[in-house]
């Protein structure tokens, strides 16, 4: 039996898989080189993110179920995201220290 890739490397690609799996669950994904992220479907109906000691991030996906897999909109404090584009930007999702930014999905059977 040979080993394939570097020895000692498996828990890097643990780690980027375990990362790419919480982002998914969360409905979205950061897009490398970027400021924006991939919108997705959430597998998730709550999520609290606590970015430090005074900022957090709560993320509700209305509607979530096993039959409602679709986006049919989204918001981040209230205001639209543009479902056409696919991105949410890090600078409407990323708090200022002490703020809080709601994000919302709403789930639908049909797509966008």
Do not use: K
């Amino acid at each position: 039996h040979r080993q394939h890739g570097q020895h000692g490397q498996h828990h890097h690609i643990a780690g980027t898989l375990s990362a790419w799996c919480v982002w998914s669950m969360l409905g979205m994904y950061p897009l490398t080189g970027t400021q924006r992220y991939i919108v997705g479907s959430p597998s998730i109906d709550t999520a609290t993110i606590t970015l430090d000691d005074t900022s957090t991030v709560y993320i509700t996906a209305h509607n979530n179920s096993q039959v409602n897999i679709y986006v049919a909109r989204a918001t981040v404090n209230g205001e639209p995201v543009d479902g056409r584009s696919g991105f949410l930007r890090h600078a409407s999702l990323a708090p200022v220290s002490g703020a809080h930014t709601n994000i919302e999905f709403w789930m639908s059977n049909q797509p966008y």
